[in-house]
């Protein structure tokens, strides 16, 4: 059986460019109106009639000069029409006929806003996310955290308030031509290509903004063809017949060689939504007014276009890599200035052979001091390697690593920090003092008991899970209910907690989920 682009886009395991347009937010909130029906609410705000007897006036008079394309057609009317709405919008709120939430008279004139696009950027800042895609939701989160860069055409902030939900890193987010200007890391970034509610003055909806967008967008172009060879790129929530992912894909195939307009063929994806297909439909189309052939996947199974994405892992997330380039090209720079960088080798081969000897092995960065270089593990890692019971760890390693963290950090310590462990260990004084406060203050079962923020009682884990509580409050209620729950579900729950973050590339704990694997630890292992 022929593999999916989909499985091949997994096994190559390559971090995606995603687009995602408006379809997305369609799906998931209620009451998000397609271009049209925005436009006719606006229209009726300026108390006019016979908005679609308007439209139809701007049609003819498009076709009688020359506009057959049907796609170009319905573009230009939203767009001529988005310019008429906006000017009456404008002078009714100029009259003090209307009012508009936010914005004075004053601050539309000394900073330039025009009252229409405040108007707009309101209507878009508030969402409700619909309740039966909840499943799909987690997924669509999942996946999001395996994008190495994410652009869209929405205004709404669904998509960023989604990944740093997830994220303890967050995403980095460009509005309008922000980002394309310069160099970014080029991780964990979100460009909001047609403007953001934030910022009301970005947004592009009427005939001047394409105007503009159109002249600028061979930045957006040569952003994407600097990763092209690198990363699939996948549209979401976009239709192919849509005028502006056709624009997009038609200026950066443009701009490629044939060479690289073959290897584009092989990574573009455009995701379509299909009622009634709960499979994954595949087919190529050979599109000669883009100038390249592509996959359209069809489906209304998201969720499994969202858990096969969600599989890519190349060890640490986008959001990590972003966070250490950023700091990786700070200390080259800064340091690099005075003189102060080093260089050292841990490997029997020198660096020119290093690349052959290390293959396809897993390999280790490390940054700090060239005199005290070791393997040290991350907070994830640490706590699921305790909690499953597997450690390839040496001990004095491990007491460093609990050493090091902040003093009040909460851990599960008890296998390994021990007076005789301590006193054997080739840990400097400061470092054993370290572990013998850490222990006397984490140590005490009643004090952590004490500790958690919620306490109510339940008999089991599913019934806590049901309740949709926020996540550190699942955690403390799981705690509290320690012995009703049992010791083996409250391991296999923590294992499940801590593979979510490692998947997602993360090395870092929420402190309720550490509390609850320090009481699993009290619980097991306190003599």
Request: charged content about 30%.
């Amino acid at each position: 059986m022929e593999k999916s682009i989909l499985d091949i886009l997994i096994e190559k395991n390559e971090f995606p460019v995603i687009f995602i347009g408006s379809g997305i937010s369609k799906r998931y909130l209620t009451g998000y109106p397609s271009w049209e029906e925005l436009l006719e609410e606006l229209w009726n705000k300026t108390k006019n009639k016979n908005f679609f007897g308007h439209l139809n006036k701007i049609r003819e008079k498009l076709k009688q000069e020359g506009v057959t394309d049907d796609g170009e057609l319905d573009f230009l009317v939203n767009t001529l029409v988005a310019t008429e709405v906006e000017s009456k919008v404008n002078e009714k709120f100029y009259d003090e006929k209307i009012e508009i939430e936010g914005l004075s008279q004053k601050e539309a004139y000394k900073q330039s806003i025009s009252p229409f696009k405040k108007l707009l950027a309101n209507r878009f800042s508030k969402y409700q996310i619909r309740e039966n895609y909840n499943n799909e939701s987690v997924e669509f989160k999942n996946m999001l955290m395996k994008a190495q860069i994410i652009l869209t055409t929405n205004y709404d902030t669904f998509i960023e308030d989604e990944y740093n939900s997830q994220s303890k890193y967050g995403i980095k987010k460009y509005i309008g031509q922000q980002g394309f200007f310069k160099q970014t890391i080029g991780y964990a970034e979100l460009y909001k290509i047609h403007g953001c509610t934030t910022e009301a003055s970005t947004l592009i909806i009427n005939d001047d903004d394409y105007k503009r967008f159109d002249k600028d967008s061979v930045l957006i172009s040569a952003k994407i063809i600097s990763m092209l060879l690198h990363s699939p790129i996948i549209f979401l929530g976009y239709s192919l017949t849509d005028r502006n992912i056709r624009k997009i894909i038609k200026d950066f195939t443009g701009s490629l060689n044939e060479e690289e307009r073959v290897e584009l063929e092989k990574r573009l994806i455009v995701v379509q939504w299909e009622d009634g297909i709960s499979e994954i439909k595949e087919e190529i189309v050979i599109d000669k007014d883009l100038g390249c052939r592509l996959t359209v996947v069809k489906t209304d199974n998201f969720l499994k276009v969202y858990k096969k994405l969600s599989t890519i892992n190349q060890g640490v997330a986008p959001s990590e890599v972003r966070r250490y380039q950023h700091v990786i090209k700070q200390l080259i720079v800064e340091r690099g200035r005075v003189g102060e960088l080093n260089s050292m080798l841990v490997s029997p081969s020198e660096l020119d052979d290093i690349e052959k000897v290390i293959g396809n092995k897993n390999i280790v960065v490390a940054i700090g001091d060239s005199k005290i270089i070791f393997n040290m593990p991350n907070v994830v890692e640490y706590i699921y390697d305790y909690i499953s019971d597997e450690n390839e760890q040496n001990i004095d390693t491990i007491l460093r690593f609990i050493a090091s963290q902040q003093g009040k950090s909460i851990l599960p310590i008890l296998r390994y920090v021990n007076d005789e462990n301590i006193d054997r260990s080739n840990l400097h004084e400061t470092e054993k003092r370290k572990l013998r406060d850490r222990l006397r203050k984490q140590g005490n079962l009643r004090v952590q008991m004490e500790s958690l923020l919620y306490k109510a009682e339940y008999d089991s884990i599913e019934k806590i899970i049901r309740e949709s509580f926020a996540k550190y409050k699942e955690y403390s209620l799981i705690a509290y209910n320690f012995d009703k729950i049992g010791t083996e579900k409250i391991k296999d729950y923590i294992l499940e907690e801590i593979k979510k973050s490692k998947d997602n590339g993360e090395i870092t704990v929420e402190t309720n989920l550490r509390r609850l694997s320090l009481i699993y630890d009290l619980k097991k292992n306190k003599k």
